[in-house]
């Protein structure tokens, strides 16, 4: 239920909340990820994060390219586009979710995410 107010907000800009998911973890990685790091702090596992990354590829949010020093390891960048993108979203999102759980207070959903992590954690 959480999730559909994002799913609109999304929808206006044709992406997927995993799509949105990746494009956040690599504005908070400047310098690029490796594929397996980008799976690994996904929201929603995606069994297939070549398809994924190919998609937002195509639409210039994001570039991938070879390491020099390890050719097996494909690193991904957020590119110009893929922060503007990001950047036009900020507000909206931002505004969904203080509307969604905004009532809860700080303490109260600091008590939330302590669960959220406890039960991440209890599943793997």
């Known amino acids: 239920m959480l999730s559909r107010g994002l799913v609109r ?7 997927s909340a995993t799509q949105y998911n ?3 973890i690599l504005r908070g990685s400047p310098d690029g990820l490796p594929c397996g790091e980008i799976a690994s702090r996904m929201i929603t596992r995606d069994p297939d994060i070549t398809r994924l990354l190919d998609r937002l590829e195509r639409r210039g949010l ?3 390219c070879r390491e020099t020093k390890d050719r097996r390891m494909v690193m ?3 590119t110009p586009d893929g922060l503007k993108l990001l950047a036009r979203l900020d507000e909206p999102v931002g505004d969904a ?9 700080r303490e109260r959903l600091r008590a939330l995410t ?11």
Do not use: C, M, N, P
């Open 9 to 15: 907000i999304l929808k206006t800009e044709d992406l």
């Open 22 to 24: 990746v494009l956040r």
């Open 62 to 64: 994001i570039s991938r």
């Open 76 to 78: 991904a960048r957020i």
């Open 97 to 105: 979710h203080r509307k969604q759980l905004g009532h809860l207070g």
């Open 114 to 124: 302590e669960l959220l992590h406890a039960a991440r954690a209890e599943v793997g």
